[in-house]
C-alpha cells in the first residue's frame, strides 16, 4: 500500500533560520508529490506541487521542494522563516497521472517559530 | 482561484441523531470530490471518493451506511452522518478536483462535528 512518511513530529525554529521538512513516500508507480500547510485555525492550503520536469519545485511564500526520485523523497525548504509560518505541514501524494486521485497524506509536522 | 465552501462549519448534535454535511464547489465544476476525516494533532484520513451521478468509494473500514454520500451535481456533494455516536466527532474536511488548468484539488474549510 502506499504510503507518506513525515519524520519530524514538531519542528522548533527561530526567526531566520533555515527550514528543511523531509518526506518520504512509498510507491513504485508515477506520483504527484504535495505539500499543504494548514495554519492555526484555517483550512488546508497548497504550498506547491510536483507533476513532471524539473524536480526543483518552487511554491508559495518563499516555500520549494525537490523531488529525488532515487530517494522517495520530496522534502520542504525555506532559506529563512518568519514567524507566520507557523503551522501544519503536510506531505501528500496522488499514485497515478492526475490528482483525481485520491490523495494519501503524511501525518504532518507541526511548525513553531520563535519570534 | 478556486473556492470550496461546507456547511455548516460547525455542528453540535446528540447521539443517535443524523448530521448532513454539505460540500459546494463555488465557481467550478467537480466529478470528483473527496471526503476526510481529522481527529485532533492528526493527518487527513480518506474516508470515501465521491463521484458524480454515481456510487461513492469508500476506503477499507469505514461504513458506507453510516456515512452516506451523495454526489448529485457538479457542484455539491453532501456527507451524512447517521445514528451519531461521540466517536464521531471529529473534523470532516471535504475537497474538490478541479480538472483542466492546475488540474488540482481544492479543500473546503472543515466541519466540526461535536456528538454529545
Known amino acids: 500500500a502506499q504510503s507518506v512518511s513525515q519524520h519530524n513530529h514538531h519542528v522548533i525554529l527561530s526567526e531566520a533560520a533555515s527550514l528543511e521538512l523531509g518526506c518520504n513516500y512509498s510507491?513504485?508507480?508515477?506520483?504527484?508529490l504535495f505539500w499543504y500547510v494548514q495554519y492555526p485555525g484555517q483550512h488546508l492550503q497548497l504550498l506547491l506541487k510536483?507533476?513532471?520536469?524539473?524536480?526543483l519545485v518552487k511554491g508559495i511564500k518563499g516555500f520549494e521542494a525537490e523531488f529525488i526520485k532515487s530517494k522517495f523523497s520530496f522534502n520542504l525548504r525555506k532559506p529563512s522563516v518568519q514567524w507566520s509560518d507557523t503551522a501544519e505541514y503536510f506531505c501528500a501524494v496522488t499514485p497515478g497521472y492526475s490528482s483525481a486521485s485520491k490523495i494519501i497524506f503524511g501525518s504532518g509536522t507541526r511548525l513553531s517559530i520563535r519570534p | 482561484g478556486a473556492v470550496v465552501s461546507q456547511h455548516p462549519s460547525w455542528v453540535i448534535c446528540k447521539s443517535g441523531t443524523s448530521v448532513k454535511i454539505e460540500c459546494r464547489s463555488l465557481d467550478f465544476q467537480a466529478t470528483t470530490m473527496f471526503w476526510y476525516r481529522q481527529f485532533p494533532k492528526q493527518s487527513l484520513m480518506l474516508m470515501a471518493t465521491s463521484n458524480e451521478g454515481s456510487k461513492a468509494t469508500y476506503e477499507q473500514g469505514v461504513e458506507k451506511d453510516k456515512f452516506l454520500i451523495n454526489h448529485a451535481s457538479l457542484t455539491l456533494s453532501t456527507l451524512t452522518v447517521t445514528s451519531a455516536h461521540p466517536e464521531d466527532s471529529s473534523f470532516y474536511i471535504c475537497?474538490?478536483?478541479?480538472?483542466?488548468?492546475?488540474?488540482?484539488?481544492?479543500f473546503g474549510p472543515g466541519t466540526r462535528l461535536t456528538v454529545l
Open positions: 475537497s474538490a478536483h478541479r480538472q483542466g488548468g492546475t488540474d488540482t484539488q481544492y
Open positions: 510536483y507533476f513532471s520536469g524539473d524536480p
Open positions: 510507491y513504485g508507480g508515477t506520483v504527484n
